[in-house]
């Protein structure tokens, strides 16, 4: 009988070497995070803006999944950062609003990947104790100072970030009290000394010491998050920028008040005709393309090493900006330029072409799908579910869209209903497939009393699910 065994292992090993098959487990994917702040999915020819300079991202979008219709789980920068690295809505990780610090109960992405991966954060992190090494990665670069008001108690609030100590090598001296660069400085300097270079030097440092040891790397940009300007400034013409076409349509009673004081404001500062928001889109253009120089350096950087064809990448927002649509140019809103962004998911070992995906999603399953491309095992603490079933064709994505705010639950259906319940204000609800621009709010129309009850017990439920308490009174008079 042993004679049996040891022959019938000895075969085995010569079946897997004549087939060239391998014992050993496949090996672990890399990850590559590439964050903006405030970017309008408008803002790259993939989708369909033609005459913004991307080549970097249209090129990275001919090999990936890209998804027209992907929705953040807060459109403010705080919360949904948190979401994108904790993989849980802000009413379950807690930062439910900018300057609230996440918890350290709460588990990371590189804390679930585990300590086989060498991991990064490089860039903006606005979670809580900005410029100090935390969550699991074991590279830190700091890119912002001004948020001494979150370091936890005991820290050192006269620590400045690495970009900061950067531009002192460089020569320059800080223009705010306090020992501190402005954000207006840093863009104001030659394009070689602003941030998206300095955060592309760094990256690329990673990736050239990281070896064969597989790893995580967030890279997080400020731009194109106001003070909307650098260097490219004058990279496009204010008269060749076309607005976007519900760019004059006005808020009237039935819209929230909250709503319309931002839109007043806006058309005031920048308005109340073209010109002004045409010249500050021209900008915000110029810092898209700023930062695609930068994510050009880097996947360049990644291909160079031959490190592409085992490296998942991610690039994305942490949520829009309406850059003139019904004359508001804030966040911080349910239309679809706030909470809708650009997503783009290279996953070589699932396709090498692109893929347009126009299913609504939401990118509370980009935690979820990221454990299951890097073969590790998704808690069931997730609200969230990998997209790699769908994305391989085995199941339809028929999912709803959740957005919350402190006072506000939003739905987007998967067959185009969108409503927002808002506390103590009135509420919306838009049919996007009849009104993809917004502009009809049926919420107080008598025949949508129907849909209005069916949306609102979807969302109860999901709240159920998720373990979500808060309560709306809603005006649905």
Same mark, same amino acid.
């Given at each position: 009988m042993k004679v049996s065994k040891i022959i019938l292992s000895v075969f085995i090993n010569l079946l897997i070497c004549r087939c060239g098959l391998s014992q050993e487990t496949e090996p672990k994917r890399n990850l590559l995070f590439i964050m903006t702040d405030q970017q309008h999915y408008f803002t790259s020819g993939v989708y369909g803006n033609d005459f913004i300079?991307? #080549?970097?991202l249209d090129s990275l979008a001919n090999k990936s999944f890209v998804?027209?219709?992907a929705y953040v789980s807060q459109p403010v920068c705080a919360p949904s950062r948190a979401s994108f690295v904790t993989g849980l809505y802000p009413h379950t990780h807690g930062v439910i609003d900018n300057n609230h610090p996440l918890s350290k109960e709460i588990a990371t992405l590189p804390e679930l990947l585990g300590e086989e991966y060498k991991s990064a954060y490089i860039g903006k992190w606005h979670l809580g104790d900005e410029v100090f090494k935390q969550r699991g990665f074991e590279t830190w670069v700091s890119m912002e100072d001004g948020y001494q008001e979150e370091f936890s108690?005991?820290?050192?609030?006269?620590?400045?970030?690495?970009?900061?100590?950067?531009?002192l090598e460089r020569g320059y001296k800080p223009d705010k009290k306090g020992n501190r660069f402005s954000r207006g400085f840093a863009a104001s300097l030659p394009i070689? %000394?602003?941030? #998206?270079?300095?955060?592309?030097?760094k990256a690329i440092d990673f990736l050239a010491d990281v070896g064969d040891d597989p790893f995580v790397m967030y890279v997080s940009f400020l731009e194109p998050h106001k003070p909307y300007t650098g260097p490219l400034d004058s990279l496009y013409d204010p008269a060749d920028i076309i607005l976007p076409k519900n760019f004059w349509h006005e808020l009237g009673e039935n819209d929230p008040l909250r709503y319309r004081h931002t839109a007043a404001s806006d058309r005031e500062k920048f308005g109340p005709g073209e010109q002004g928001y045409k010249e500050l889109i021209a900008r915000y253009w110029g810092l898209v393309s700023q930062v695609d120089l930068s994510v050009k350096a880097i996947l360049d950087k990644l291909q160079s090493l031959k490190l592409d064809e085992n490296t998942?990448?991610?690039?994305?927002?942490d949520h829009g900006s309406m850059m003139g649509a019904h004359g508001m140019v804030s966040k911080d809103v349910m239309y679809e330029e706030s909470a809708r962004v650009p997503f783009i998911l290279r996953a070589p070992q699932l396709s090498k072409v692109q893929t347009i995906i126009n299913d609504r999603v939401s990118l509370i399953d980009l935690v979820p799908t990221l454990l299951d491309l890097s073969n590790e095992k998704i808690p069931t603490s997730l609200p969230g579910q990998s997209l790699i079933p769908f994305l391989k064709g085995?199941?339809?994505?028929?999912?709803?869209?959740?957005?919350?705010?402190?006072?506000?639950?939003?739905?987007?259906? %998967?067959?185009?209903?969108?409503?927002a319940l808002i506390e103590n204000d009135m509420s !919306? !609800?838009?049919?996007?497939?009849?009104? #993809? !621009?917004?502009?009809?709010? !049926?919420?107080?129309?008598?025949?949508?009393?129907e849909i209005i009850a069916e949306l609102t017990e979807k969302i109860r439920q999901w709240q159920l699910q998720t373990n979500d308490s808060y309560s709306l009174a809603t005006n649905s008079e």
């Open positions: 300079q991307t #080549p970097a998804f027209q219709n108690e005991g820290r050192d609030v006269n620590q400045r970030s690495d970009y900061h100590h950067w531009l070689e %000394h602003c941030k #998206p270079t300095f955060l592309k030097e998942i990448v991610v690039f994305t927002s085995e199941q339809q994505y028929n999912r709803d869209v959740m957005i919350e705010w402190t006072d506000i639950r939003t739905i987007v259906t %998967h067959d185009g209903w969108k409503m !919306l !609800l838009f049919d996007l497939n009849n009104d #993809p !621009l917004e502009t009809r709010n !049926l919420f107080y129309k008598e025949e949508s009393k």
